[in-house]
């Protein structure tokens, strides 16, 4: 349940409101949209973390959202670090500190 809080907590937090900016290595139409090679995008990772379709209650703190038969499952919409061979290198230390702080800091209540 641990690791579902602090998913929720990441998701609620849009600490990184943005995906860092890509390019488009070629023309290319994206959803009807005509996109000329050299292109700049960015991922609104806020619109992502709090998309109706994809979360059941998205204005609501609820780590039930990372819950499925009382175990933790990552959605594939859940993208506080981004995604891919250019996710952010520091996920795995960041969420091991968060763990931790937590754990401890609520074993002191």
């Known amino acids: 349940y641990t690791s579902a809080v602090l998913s929720e907590v990441l998701r609620m937090g849009n600490i990184v409101p943005l995906g860092v900016p890509r390019m488009s290595t070629s023309d290319t139409t994206l959803a009807g949209f005509h996109l000329p090679k ?3 995008l960015m991922t609104s990772l806020t619109s992502i973390m709090f998309d109706k379709n994809v979360w059941e209650t998205p204005d ?5 959202h990372f819950l499925e038969n009382g175990q ?3 959605r594939e919409a859940f993208l506080p670090f981004s995604a891919g061979k250019r996710a952010c290198p520091g996920e795995q230390l960041a969420r091991t500190e968060l763990f ?3 754990t401890a800091l609520l074993q002191r209540f």
């Open 100 to 102: 931790i702080f937590f």
């Open 38 to 40: 050299g292109t700049t």
């Open 60 to 64: 609501t703190f609820n780590p039930e």
């Open 72 to 74: 933790y499952r990552k």
